[in-house]
C-alpha cells in the first residue's frame, strides 16, 4: 500500500505539469526547484546520511588547507621580524660594503669597472618600474660614543652613527614614532631604543641603566622575565646630545669617563701625514624613528643624520675638508624597496644586471613557500578522500532516487518532457546535496578554526576571538582560513555533488518511457 501511495503522489506531481507538457514547452526552472527540493525531503534519511558526508568532507579539506595556511602565515611572520621582505639590500659591484673613513672614501676611486654605490646608482634605482624608495646608507666606522644631560651625566659607548637621504626615509618604509625630520645642519633622528645606550655616571649597580620595552630583568636567582620597560634616564628630544669620535679614538674602559677628555686625544694618520684629533659635535635630536625590523643598527638603536652632516662630520674626524670627501663619496649600502612584494625578483635581476650585488629574502620566501605548498597538498589530499567518499555516497544516493522513480520518469516522457529537463533535476537534486552539505561544513569549520587558535591563544576571551578571527603581527595562528577558501569550498562541493550525479541522471534519461510506466516502483 505504501508503494501504491507513493506511486499516486509520483502522478499527483506529474498531473500538476502536464499541461505545459501537452504545449510542448520545457519545464521552467522553478517546477525544476520544486520537484528537487520535494524528492530530497521524500527520503528525509536518506538525504541527510548523504548530506553529512559531504559535511565531513567539506570540514577535512577546508581545515587541513587552514592549518597550511596557518604554517605559511607564521612563516611570513618569521621573515618579517627578520627584516622587510619587499626591501633589497643592494652592495657594491665586488662585495665591499665600502667604509666610513675618509682613506675608504678615496680609495674607492681605484677600480673604473666596479659598480660604485653614488649618486648615479641612486638615480638608476629609482627609475626602475616598481621601486617605491630608495634609501642610502652611510656608517661611520670610527669608534663613537656619546654624552647628554648636564654635566655629561649621561654616557654610551660604542654608538652607532648613520647618514641617509632624510627625504626618503618614508617612502622606504620607515616613520617617525614623534617629532620631525632634520630641516638644518646640526639636526638628527635618533632610533626608539636609543635613549636606552646611555648609562648614569652617578649611579651604581643595576640602577645605572634603563630596561627597554621588551627587554629581560634578572633577579638575584637568575630567573629572567620579559620588562614592560622603564623611562629613559631623559626625553631625546629636550636634550641635546654630544658625539666623541675621531679616526684613532678609543672608548675608555670606564664608561664614567666618557667625555672627561681624558681619553682619545690627537694622533698621527700614518697614510695621510696629518693630526686626526678626538672631536666633539653637539647635535639636536627632533625626532624619533619607529623601532625597524632590523634592531641592531642605528635606525633602531643610534643617531641618524643627514648625509650633508655624515660628510662634514667624517671631514672633521679625517681631518680634511667636505670637498675632498664629497669627491669620491661611497655610500655603504643602498636599500631599494618594492611597491609591491611580487616585484622583488624582477627589481633585483635588474640591480645585479647593472654589476651589484644584492641580498633579501625573496629567495627564502619562496624555498619557505614551496615546502608550504608541498604540506597544502598533503594535508589537501588528506581531506579529498574524505570527499571522494561523499560523492561515492551522493552517486550511491541518486542510483537509489532512479530506481525508485522510474514510472514517475515514465510518465514524463510520455507527457513531452524535454530529456534534458529530466536530466537537470537530477542533476540539481545532486548539487542541492553538495551546496548544503558544503554550506554547512564550512559553518562548522569556521567555528573548528576559532576553537583551534582559541586554545593556542590559552583560553576564550572576546579579545581573543578578535585576533583568533582576525589575526596580526602579532598573534600566532594555527589555522587561517581565508575568504576564498569558503567560496572555494562550496563551489567544489556543488561540483562533487553534480559530477556524482551526472552518471545516474544518464541513465535516468535513457529510460524507456512504455518500460517505465509498466515499472510498479
Known sequence: ????????????????????????????????????????????????????????????????????????????????????????????????????????????????????????????????????????????????DATAGVGNRYAAQYLSVMGVNTSQLEASGYTLKSGRLPSRSGEVLVGEGTAYNFLDKYRSGADIQRTAPGGYVCDASGECQESEG??????????????????????????????????????????????????????TPVGVIKSSDNGYDALSNGVVMTMDD??????????????????????????????????????????????????????????????????????GGIGGVSFLVAAIGIANTMIMSVSERTREIGIMKALGCYVRDIRVTFLCEAGAIGLIGGVIGCLISAFGSLGI????????????????????????????????????ATVFSIAVGVLAGFGPANKAVKIPALDAIKNEQ
Open 1 to 144: 500500500l505504501r508503494g501504491r501511495r507513493g506511486a499516486d503522489a509520483d502522478d499527483c506531481t506529474c498531473r500538476s505539469r502536464i499541461r505545459r507538457f501537452r504545449q510542448g514547452a520545457g519545464m521552467r526552472f522553478s517546477d525544476i526547484l520544486h520537484t528537487c527540493s520535494q524528492n530530497l525531503f521524500r527520503r528525509k534519511s536518506r538525504t541527510i546520511l548523504t548530506v553529512l558526508g559531504v559535511v565531513v568532507g567539506c570540514c577535512s579539506i577546508v581545515l587541513m588547507i587552514s592549518i597550511g595556511q596557518g604554517i605559511n602565515e607564521r612563516n611570513e611572520q618569521m621573515l618579517k621580524s627578520m627584516g622587510s621582505l619587499n626591501v633589497i639590500t643592494v652592495y657594491a659591484g665586488s662585495g665591499s660594503q665600502g667604509g666610513g673613513g675618509y682613506d675608504d672614501a678615496v680609495n674607492s676611486a681605484g677600480s673604473s669597472t666596479e659598480a660604485k654605490l653614488n649618486d648615479d646608482a641612486v638615480q638608476s634605482f629609482r627609475n626602475i618600474a616598481g621601486v617605491s624608495g630608495v634609501l642610502s646608507e652611510k656608517t661611520l666606522q670610527y669608534t663613537t
Open 230 to 283: 622603564e623611562e629613559p634616564f631623559f626625553d631625546v628630544l629636550t636634550t641635546k646630545i654630544t658625539l666623541i669620535t675621531g679616526a684613532n679614538y678609543q672608548s675608555p674602559d670606564d664608561y664614567r669617563k666618557v667625555g672627561s677628555g681624558t681619553s682619545g686625544g690627537s694622533d698621527t694618520d700614518g697614510n695621510a701625514g696629518q693630526q686626526t684629533p678626538t672631536i666633539s659635535n653637539e647635535y
Open 310 to 379: 655624515m660628510k662634514a662630520l667624517m671631514a672633521k674626524a679625517a681631518n680634511t675638508s667636505v670637498t675632498d670627501v664629497s669627491r669620491n663619496f661611497t655610500y655603504d649600502q643602498i636599500l631599494v624597496r618594492a611597491e609591491n612584494i611580487k616585484d622583488v625578483p624582477s627589481i633585483e635581476a635588474q640591480i645585479k644586471s647593472m654589476g651589484y650585488q644584492t641580498s633579501s629574502f625573496e629567495q627564502t620566501r619562496r624555498e619557505i613557500e614551496k615546502q608550504t605548498q608541498g604540506i597544502q597538498l598533503a594535508l
Open 453 to 488: 587558535n582559541l586554545v593556542a591563544l590559552h583560553g576564550f576571551s572576546w579579545e581573543n576571538v578578535i585576533k583568533a578571527i582576525m589575526g596580526g603581527d602579532d598573534v600566532s595562528r594555527i589555522s587561517v582560513i581565508p575568504w576564498w577558501l569558503f567560496a572555494a
